[in-house]
């Protein structure tokens, strides 16, 4: 997840990481916990442990938490609209889910917290169609994934 951020910096908000956090929350449920909070940890080394870095203590666990929440037992053809829907909506809402913070830190009132979230849309925008499109990756992934996991027992 670490690698393909840094791998992928040079597309505005476009990246894999909502794609693989689903992946490994349907395949590994609540032990894919353990992959996003060791990419949490490595962004904030790489990057430092200031103010950006505080929202994704929690801004990723959001999808996390939302995957965790699909039926499992979903059929296919259903799987194949959610997956990239819920992908895409993580990216179109990920100014909103980091504003509290920003809020929060910069002392920002209602009217300029919903200033900075409306500055942030087109880049959301971004994301969240960049989401969409690699979500069309997700059900394949997580039923290779699912595959492997059968096969070696883990």
Not at 4 to 31: A, C, D, Q, W
Not at 58 to 78: C, E, Q, R, S
Request: some cysteine; proline content about 5%.
């Amino acid at each position: 997840m670490f690698c393909s951020k840094l791998l992928m910096e040079f597309l505005p908000n476009i990246h894999l990481l909502g794609m693989f956090i689903m992946v490994f929350t349907i395949t590994y449920r609540v032990k894919a916990l353990i992959p996003i909070y060791i990419f949490v940890f490595m962004t904030g080394i790489y990057g430092g442990f200031t103010m950006w870095w505080v929202p994704y203590l929690y801004v990723w666990t959001v999808l996390w938490g939302i995957t965790m929440l699909l039926p499992k037992n979903m059929p296919t053809a259903a799987k194949m609209v959610v997956y990239p829907v819920i992908c895409c909506f993580h990216g179109l809402l990920y100014g909103v889910l980091y504003a509290p913070v920003q809020a929060l830190m910069f002392k920002f009132s209602f009217e300029q917290t919903l200033t900075w979230i409306a500055s942030g849309l087109y880049f959301d925008l971004l994301h969240g169609v960049g989401n969409f499109v690699l979500g069309l990756f997700i059900l394949p992934l997580s039923a290779l994934m699912q595959k492997l996991k059968r096969i070696y027992n883990k």
